[in-house]
Every structure is written in C-alpha cells, then in structure tokens.
C-alpha cells in the first residue's frame, strides 16, 4: 500500500469455502461469467466444520481486512452434521471478535449451496463493500518490521526430512 | 463451625484415612511463612496430616494437581469444595481422571480472600466421598456479591473503541508466561497449541497481536468447559482479567442456549461438542 | 529448496484474456520453494501434461503447482498425471484462476493480482503437503437385507440372483410385509398376495438367501465392506428345523387374541403363522398370550404336535454374521388416526375404519372371505366415505408431507367396493388429487366414470345419527357444509416411519430426517445410498412411496450392493484423519463430533508422567481409515491438535493463510 492509500486502498479478504457447497457454487459463478471485485482469496477446505477459529484469529493478526466463512446449508451439509458445528462455533466467534475490539463486520459467514451462484457473488460483493467502508484493519501486527511468519527456516528442515521419503 | 475447629476436624480425619492406609496421601492446604497464604500441601503421613490447615486464605483450588497423578497404586484423598469439586467433574469427563481414583472429601465453604470467590456460586461440593461438615445454608448463590459475569459485562459495557484500547493495554502487558494455563483445570492438553512450533498456531513474538491470540484462543478451548474456579486469575502475575474471556464465553452460551454451567455432573456435555437442529444462525 | 515446479495455463484465451499469465509466472519464479515456472496454453492437454513431465525430470521438481481451471475440473487428471512421473500424486495443488479469476474479474491487473496470491498460496500450502498412499479395503461378500417386506424381497432376490449372499432379516413371524395385507394394487387391480406371495417362495427357496424371520438387528459394527452385525433370533418356542407346517398346533391352541394382521377383525390362536401363505410356513409361539408361557398350564400343542417341535424353554438367541453391505428397508406404518383425530370419533365409532383394515375385510381370504360389511354389525354397506390426507398434509395434526400413495388407495377402495356393492353409493373426500404415474390418471378418471362422488374438503368431524355416521365438511369448490349420511367411513391414513426405524438408523450411523424417515446421500444424485458407507436404502424407509417405485428403489439398491460386492477390495481415500498419538490426551472431544463413528478410544502403552514410572495404557483417540470420510470436524474438536486431517493439515492451512501476507 502506498501513499494515497485513502484512494487506492483494495481489502483483501479471505474467504474459507467448504468444497462441496460453496466453493462448487463460487465455481458456477464462474461458469456464468457473474462478475464481483477481486478481493477476496477462496481457501478450500472439506467442509466448513473444518475451519478453526484459530484460522481466523490468524488472518486477522496478518492483516486480513475481513474473512469469510461458508458452507453448504444447515441439513445440506455433505458430512451430515459438519455445518452445526460451524454454526455454533462462528456464532461465538462473532460475539467474541466483538468483545475483543475487533470489529465485527469485518467477520462473515454464509450458507452459500453449490447451486447458489449467485448468492456467493452477492455475498462477496457485499462483504467487499463493507470492509472497504471500515477502511485496513487495524489489527495487524505492527511492532516489528518483518510480519513474515518464520517459513524460511521451516520449509528447508521439512525439506531435508522430505529427502527421506 | 469456625476455622480451628473444620482445620481440625481436616486433620483428624487425614489421618484415620492415612493411618489405615486407605489413600496414599491427602492433598489439601498448609500453612506458609506468610499468615495470609497457604500453598498446596500433601499429606503423606499421619504426622504430616497435623500440619494440614484450613482458613479464608485458602486461595487456591486443588483440583489440577489431580493431572500429574493419573494412575496412583492407592486412592488419592483430595479435599474439595465447590470448585474443585467441579473440576474434578469435568477433569473426568475429559477423561483425565477416574473417579475411582479418588476419594473426595468435601468441604462446604464460605468463600476465601480470593477476588473469584465473591462472585461464586457454587460453594458445596456437587461431587463428594463425605462430607466434612454439614453445608451452610447461606452460602451458595445468595451470597455472591458480584454478579456471575462481572467482569465481562464491565467489558460489554465499553464501546467498541474502547473495548480496543482496554484490550490492547491488557495484551501489551501480558508477559505469555502461561501459568494461566498450567492452573487451569480444563486445559488438559499434553503438549499445548502454543508449544507446537511446527504447527505454528501461536506467534513467538512479543506482541500484543499474539498475546491476544493466545488469550482469545485460549478462551474458546476452555471457555465452554470453564468450571469458573478463576484459578487463571489467581495464577497470574500480571494481574490481568483473564476471566473476563471465558465468562464472556459462558455469557454468550447462556444467552443462546439457556442456563449453562460446567462441572455440574461428570457426564455433561459442552456446548462446543454438541450441536442442535435448532441453533440460531441470525448472526449471518 | 523445495523443488516447486509452477504452470499456468492459459486455458486457450479464457484464462489469458483475463490475467497476464507471462507475468503470473514470472513472479512464481521468485516465491519460495520454486525453481521451475512455465506457462502453456493448455496444461491439461496431452503435450501439455508432457511439458510438466519432462520438467520434473529436468529440475528434479518434487512438488507441483498448477494454476489453471478449478481443482473440481482437473485435480484428478493431474493426479494421474503425476502416478505415472513417480512423484506421490498427492504432492500437487491446483490454483483456480478459471473460475474464480478469470472468469469473474475484469479488471486484468487486479486479476492478475489475486491469481499470483492464489498461485503464492497454492505454493506454501504444496511445500506442506505430504505424500499420501490410499489404503485398499477387503470387502465381505455378503449383503445384509433389514426388513422383509417387498422392498427387502426384491433387493434380497436381485442380490441373490447376481450370485451373492444374502441374509434377510425380518421382525414379523413371516416376510411379505405391508404388501401381502393388500387385496388388489393400483393401476392393474391385480391381486396382491397373487404377485408377491411367489417372490416369498423364491426368497425361501433361493440357494443364496439366508432367510431369518421373528429376528431382529441388535447391533452393528464396522464400516463398508466390513460391518459385523448381532442378530437377534426370537424365542420361536417351536424347532423349525422339525416342523412341518402342519398347522394341527394352531387349531386346537385355546389362546384367543385379535389377529393383528387382519386388524383386530378376527383372533388368532397364540401359537400361530401370521397368514396362510406365510413364509416361512411355521409358527411361533406369542408368548404374551400363551397360557402356557404366563400361567404354566395347558401344554396342548406340546401334546398335539406329533414331532415334538414345541419346547417351552426356548430363549432368545444372539449371534454375529459379517457383511459388507446393508440395505435398510425397514418400511411403514400407518398413523394411528385414532389419537390424532378426536373429530372423527377417536376409534369409537366401529364403522370408522382406516385403510389397512378395509384392505382385510374385502380381502377374499381375510376374515370376512372379501365381504364388506361394517365391523359393528355385519351388515352390508350401502354409502360409504373415504376421507384422504388423514394424518397427512396436515402439519398442526400429523405431518406435513404427501403420503403419496393414498390417492390411488382410495380410487382403488372405491373401484373394490364397486367390485363387490350392487348399487353402492361412495364419496371421496379430498384436498387435492394426485396422480402422477404411469396409468394412474386414467385410473382416477375410470374411477370417477364408475360413479365414484369426490369432494373437495377435509371433513370436519364425523358424529353418528342412529345406526349411520354422519360426515360433515365443506366442499370448497360448492362453498357449502355438506352432510354425507354414511354407513361406513374409511380413513386413508399417513404413512410414518416403521416403529424401530430410528432404533435401526441409530446403529447404522444413518441419518433420518424431521419426520424419521432414512436420509439418502443425495436427494438427486445418490438416492438409495446413504452418507453412511456400504449402507444403501430401499422402500418406504427413505420416504412414502406407492410399489412400483418401492421396487424400483429396491432393485437400483440392490444393484449398487451387486456392484460393491463384485469388488475384491476397494479403495479409500487417503486424506482422512490421523492421530499423533503422543499429543492425544485422550479427552475423546473428536469422538463425539465425528458423524460417522469413525473414532474410537483405544489405548497407547508407556511410562507416563504421574504414572509412578510404571508402564500404563494411556487412552488415545484411534481412527478407522475405513469409516473416516475426512470431513475433518475432529480437527476443530483436538484443542492439542493431536488429531489432524491429511491433505488439509492445520499447518497447511496455516501456511496458505499466511501466504496472503507477506
């Protein structure tokens, strides 16, 4: 981000989407040419019952701007119950990320189903919307210079173990 | 019954347990150098058993030293009030511990100097061998003089500005020390979130960001099974309002889901594990 | 390094009109882990493919990333790709930058921004994937079919007929189900027991079935291709292995309790087979009506059976079998109208019969010989009304679905009744007519042709006057009450859940839904399989439906049975969840969050810290590699993170995340 950051400023906003609904459904956004702003980033996983809060405590303290969480509706999850875990989970995580200072619109979940084009462009539109409104996070790690996690270091050590494989 | 005499009566019974050779030691308080503190004290002997005391500064709750003696050859006798009586409920249903390990002794109590114990609301033991002395009816929830939540409301009540400028300055002197952790009864992991460099859940840095995350995560794995001893409190050095995060928590919970507390029976479940068809979902 | 190798594909001009690919690859180059980057207009082609093999060979990559069309498209052409280059086909990901690039964003830099996020991502998360191998599952060819009515039956037969085993469990003296209380079935009015009682025979007589009437499932355990299931026989109280069928035990046995076969219309004998045509032909005894049994005397079919089958002594028998598939049909009941209905007399008006029951009286060998008369006095009736949707599409009094079926039940009653009363006069009362199906609306009209008056509304309430019931309602389309003076009432109840169902669910793992009904896999797509694996539904257990397409269902789960069991053995994927057992603390939080029961406490030996260094056994979570779908929900649940998913490891997850923000 550089100086006129006010005008130029682009959220980025990570968005976990279980694979059987809604990253199907982003996919069929795609296939309909639907067009919503860049900015978000699709992690997927198996299901939304796997995104662990810690996941998303860890985007913010990166810097996301906002982060999403979606899956496939309640009673349409493709693990059965997956989904009302997440559904407790997140709505925890609301009212905590609240309690912590860290605003809550910058936090999203959404039942999106594989069919739901629409709805995920819409969804990611409006989210996009309102994070640009709140302006970059303010949650960033900011104390020292490098907010690289330690990778370097790591990947070469798994690299050595992976010679053994 | 005032202090002297439960002491004693403590002491007497330590040691008929410990001189028939029915525990292998009695774990409950004895006295400091210091008039107002106690520290943890087992009793492996019938003499040990005299040095045995109880008092308003019994501050600290017994129940996790139960983790670093999982498969003890003889019952352990642990004296147990409200909250470590809890513990231990929830310590078993983690499967940390056998109940037939233990004989639990309990002990009503009033309440000690301790700031948690003004907000409690469990005074008697709900799990017990036998009972000490009789249960005081004015104990329980009636005599709590600050309310179940006090902390987390006193945070609910900021805006949103504010709850980030309070917990900035809670985080920036939180020194990571982790002793909130060692003594809280339901953090059970063997090898913690914050220890797995490999996994890399938990920054190494000192800053307020990671620290923060190391209390908000902490926070979700204990807060639906938080028994609310406050021994997180207790343990801190830095006198930080670690409560505050898992009553938030329990709040929360009991708003969603109606009356909610943990350590009631060994076979609860916590709201985290289970789920309804039901559950609300009005925060999309 | 690493050994990343990075491609991205141009997808011909669908992915190049929108991302400046040239430049996505350039800038792979300098992430870290990468040592190779090339970019081509097709990748998933066959030179495509090529290129990427030869470049694994030229860099000695070990680890791939593609940038192209969604991993939904393509991750397992790549995988394949990969079996064949001797790198682990596990070692790749896919950035999508079709789908969810190219194809949604117009503006080509910030296009072009994200897919290098994406592309960065992809490389930090393929930097921690790990090789994975998939486990081969053995598979034991043997089916277990729960319930004999005619959906067991024809999945049982066409099982059978494929050359597999079968073991057919049914809780009733007798297979045949719902099916062989019928007199006639729509559209054809061809008699019931006439079509089905020949496929009892065959089931009792197929080499391959093995068939266990008055049984009942107690318990199962194990996953596709490897249940163990606990049978429970009955006490019988008569050796089948010596009775003939002679039925000489039956008739001279003084118990006398209501039939509930044929509804209450008539008494059996407590030791008795359910119906004539019975299969197997040979009785049990009821031991709730049995005098001998409660009182100790009697013993007179002891004394009458001239091979001595009875024993008194009998007790129920547990055993285990192994399958490596299950089809559920459990099937229906009919709602019990009476506590549901106060209106309509609460069962004490005689002449308000539902049904079923209807079915037995004009049954020709049901306990009036087929004459309908009513209950309360033998008569014959001369108005009769049929009332539809009793229990059904009523959600404040029953359940809110169709029953589907009742439709043409109460055209059929009213042709039946036709059949047999000169001069009879019926009334259907109805919220709707439904008729899809083959023959079915040209059934309705004939039925209409032959006199049959149809009402649209709900009846009221039903109160007597005399010797006649009184049906009352609005006809919606007139805007009246009306009034039908009526000899007889049949009420075409709900069809709910078998009693047991939920009970047989719970110990398959399936899932039912509000109602209790069986929840297939996929309403669309999988609909006789369940989300339990190896587990496969047949009939009205999923939903209500009429016999062509319970058969239907049968046959189609059947075949997904035949096509399991013609494998030896059968792949399961690798990306399931692992345990690292010293982490576990055993709290077992992950056991009771997994859907699929796929989690079990087992134990890990050691000297442990409080241990008193003794060796003990520590509990700790253990995963069944057979029953693990990888939902990875246990990984949430493992505060320790001691149990982790392959493929979607916490660290990679991590990793992808920080990738974001560097």
Redesign the interface.
């Known amino acids: 981000m550089g100086i006129n950051e006010a005008t130029t400023y682009?959220p980025?906003i990570?968005a976990f989407c279980c694979?059987w609904c809604t990253?199907?459904g982003?996919?069929?956004?795609?296939?309909n040419?639907?067009?919503?702003?860049?900015n978000v980033?699709?992690?997927?996983?198996?299901?939304s019952?796997?995104?662990?809060?810690?996941?998303i405590?860890?985007?913010f303290?990166?810097?996301?701007d906002g982060v999403m969480v979606c899956g496939c509706h309640?009673?349409d999850c493709?693990?059965?119950?997956?989904n009302?875990?997440t559904?407790?989970?997140?709505?925890?995580?609301?009212?905590?990320l609240?309690?912590?200072?860290?605003?809550p619109q910058r936090f999203?979940?959404?039942?999106i189903s594989g069919s739901e084009a629409a709805k995920f462009?819409d969804a990611v539109t409006e989210v996009a919307q309102v994070v640009k409104a709140l302006g970059p996070a303010?949650?960033?790690?900011?104390?020292?210079a490098s907010?690289?996690?330690?990778?370097?270091a790591?990947?070469e050590s798994?690299?050595q173990k992976?010679g053994a494989? | 019954m005032n202090y002297t005499e439960k002491t004693k009566l403590i002491q007497t019974r330590a040691a008929a347990l410990l001189e028939a050779g029915e525990v292998s030691y009695v774990l409950g308080w004895g006295a400091t150098r210091f008039a107002d503190k106690t520290r943890a004290r087992f009793a492996r002997s019938p003499e040990e058993a005299a040095t045995l005391v109880y008092n308003e500064h019994c501050t600290q709750s017994l129940a996790k030293y139960l983790v670093d003696d999982r498969w003890p050859e003889t019952r352990i006798a642990i004296l147990a009030r409200g909250c470590e009586s809890r513990a231990i409920n929830r310590m078993i249903r983690d499967n940390q511990i056998r109940r037939e390990n233990l004989l639990i002794l309990g002990l009503p109590c009033e309440g000690t100097d301790a700031e948690r114990c003004r907000s409690c609301r469990a005074h008697d033991p709900v799990v017990y061998d036998e009972l000490l002395w009789e249960p005081n009816s004015t104990g329980a929830a009636a005599a709590a003089e600050l309310s179940r939540y006090y902390r987390?409301d006193a945070?609910?009540a900021l805006s949103?500005?504010e709850?980030?400028?309070?917990?900035?300055d809670v985080y920036a002197r939180c020194i990571r020390c982790y002793a909130c952790r060692n003594a809280c009864p339901v953090c059970s992991c063997r090898e913690c979130?914050v220890d797995m460099h490999?996994t890399?859940?938990q920054?190494?840095?000192?800053?307020?960001?990671?620290n923060?995350?190391f209390g908000?995560?902490r926070?979700?794995h204990v807060?639906d099974r938080c028994i609310e001893c406050g021994e997180c409190e207790r343990a801190c050095p830095m006198g930080l309002p670690i409560l505050a995060?898992t009553q938030?928590?329990l709040k929360?919970?009991e708003a969603?889901a109606g009356d909610y507390e943990q350590g009631l029976d060994a076979a609860q479940d916590n709201?985290?594990g289970a789920?309804?068809?039901d559950?609300?979902?009005d925060?999309? | 390094?690493?050994?990343v190798g990075v491609f991205v594909c141009h997808c011909g001009t669908n992915i190049a009109a929108a991302v400046d690919v040239v430049r996505a690859c350039e800038a792979a180059k300098s992430m870290?882990?990468v040592v190779h980057a090339a970019e081509y207009k097709y990748m998933c082609s066959e030179p495509g493919q090529q290129m990427i093999l030869d470049a694994i060979k030229e860099y000695g990559l070990?680890r791939i990333v593609i940038a192209s069309c969604?991993?939904?498209m393509h991750e397992t052409t790549f995988r394949k790709m990969l079996k064949k280059s001797g790198v682990n086909e596990y070692l790749i990901e896919i950035a999508?930058i079709?789908?969810?690039?190219?194809?949604?964003?117009?503006?080509k830099e910030?296009?072009t921004?994200?897919a290098i996020?994406?592309i960065r991502?992809a490389v930090?998360k393929v930097?921690?994937d790990?090789?994975l191998k998939s486990q081969m599952i053995p598979i034991t060819k043997r089916a277990l079919v729960i319930g004999g009515g005619i959906a067991g039956i024809q999945a049982a037969l066409d099982i059978a007929d494929a050359g597999h085993e079968v073991t057919l469990v049914e809780r009733e003296p007798s297979i045949g189900g719902r099916m062989v209380m019928l007199d006639k079935t729509f559209p054809t009015l061809d008699c019931s027991a006439c079509i089905s009682t020949p496929k009892m025979v065959d089931v009792s007589a197929h080499p391959n079935i093995r068939l266990l009437a008055y049984s009942e499932v107690a318990k199962v355990e194990g996953y596709i291709g490897n249940f163990t299931v606990t049978i429970r026989q009955k006490a019988r109280y008569v050796n089948h292995d010596i009775c003939t069928g002679c039925g000489a035990c039956s008739e001279k046995c003084p118990a006398k309790v209501p039939s509930a076969f044929n509804k209450g219309l008539s008494k059996r004998p407590a030791i008795y087979t359910l119906f004539p045509q019975a299969v197997p032909a040979k009785p049990v005894i009821d031991k709730d009506s049995c005098i001998k049994l409660k009182s100790g005397k009697c013993g007179v079919c002891e004394k009458i059976c001239p091979l001595g089958c009875i024993n008194y002594e009998d007790e129920d028998m547990e055993f285990t079998e192994d399958f490596g598939a299950i089809v559920t049909a459990t099937g229906y009941q009919t709602a019990d109208w009476a506590q549901m209905y106060d209106e309509y007399g609460a069962g004490r008006f005689p002449d308000v019969i539902d049904g079923l029951t209807f079915e037995r009286l004009v049954n020709a060998s049901g306990p009036t010989e087929g004459h309908i008369v009513r209950p309360s006095d033998g008569t014959e009736p001369k108005t009769i009304s049929i009332i539809k949707c009793v229990g059904s599409r009523d959600p404040k009094k029953g359940r809110a679905y169709c029953s589907r079926a009742c439709c043409m039940y109460a055209a059929k009653h009213a042709r039946q009744i036709f059949g047999k009363i000169e001069g009879v006069r019926v009334f259907i009362f109805y919220i709707d007519v439904r008729t899809p199906g083959k023959g079915y609306e040209e059934f309705y009209d004939k039925t209409r042709e032959d006199g049959a008056i149809y009402v649209r509304g709900r009846v009221s309430r039903i109160y007597k006057e005399g010797d006649t019931l009184i049906c009352q309602a609005e006809d919606s389309l007139l805007g009246k009450q009306v009034r039908v003076k009526s000899d007889l009432v049949i009420l075409e109840t709900a069809m709910e859940p078998a009693e047991g169902s939920a009970s047989v669910a719970g110990m398959l793992g399936a899932?039912v839904d509000g109602d209790g009904w069986l929840t297939e896999a996929h309403p669309k797509l999988r609909p006789v399989e369940t989300?339990v694996g190896g587990v496969f539904l047949a009939g009205v257990c999923q939903g209500p439906k009429d016999i062509p397409d319970t058969v239907s269902q049968a046959s189609a789960a059947a075949a997904k049975v035949i096509g399991l069991l013609n494998k030896n053995e059968m792949e399961s994927s690798p990306?399931i969840a692992s345990v690292e057992a010293d982490k576990c603390s055993g709290c077992s939080a992950c056991e009771a969050?997994c859907?699929?029961k796929a989690i079990t406490m087992g134990e890990q030996p050691g000297r442990e810290a409080g241990g008193n260094s003794k060796k003990v056994m520590r509990p700790i979570a253990v995963v069944n590699a057979g029953l693990c779908?990888?939902?990875?929900?246990c990984?949430?649940?493992c505060r320790t993170g001691a149990i982790d998913?392959l493929g979607?490891r916490?660290r990679q997850?991590?990793?992808?995340?920080?990738a974001?923000?560097?």
Request: hydrophobic share 40%; charged share 30%; proline share 5%.
């Open positions: 682009e980025k990570l694979n990253y199907t982003a996919d069929l956004a795609g296939l040419r639907m067009k919503y702003p860049a980033r699709v992690v997927r996983v198996p299901c019952g796997r995104v662990n809060p810690q996941f405590l860890r985007a303290a990166r810097g996301a309640p009673g493709h693990y059965t119950t997956g009302y875990f559904r407790r989970r997140f709505m925890l995580m609301k009212k905590v609240e309690f912590n200072g860290i605003e999203h979940a959404r039942w462009r303010a949650t960033k790690v900011t104390t020292q907010s690289k996690a330690p990778a370097s790591d990947i798994s690299v992976e494989l | 987390a945070v609910d949103a500005a709850k980030k400028a309070y917990w900035d979130f490999r890399g859940f920054g190494k840095r000192h800053s307020a960001t990671d923060q995350t908000v995560t926070a979700f807060g995060q938030k928590i929360e919970i969603l709201y985290l789920f309804d068809l559950d609300k979902d925060f999309m | 390094m690493s050994k870290p882990g070990k969604s991993p939904r999508n079709r789908e969810q690039v190219a194809w949604v964003h117009d503006d910030k296009a921004e994200k996020d994406l991502m930090a930097c921690r790990e090789p899932a989300q990306m969050i859907p699929y779908q990888g939902c990875g929900a990984t949430v649940a998913l979607y916490n997850i991590l990793e992808e995340v920080d974001l923000w560097v």
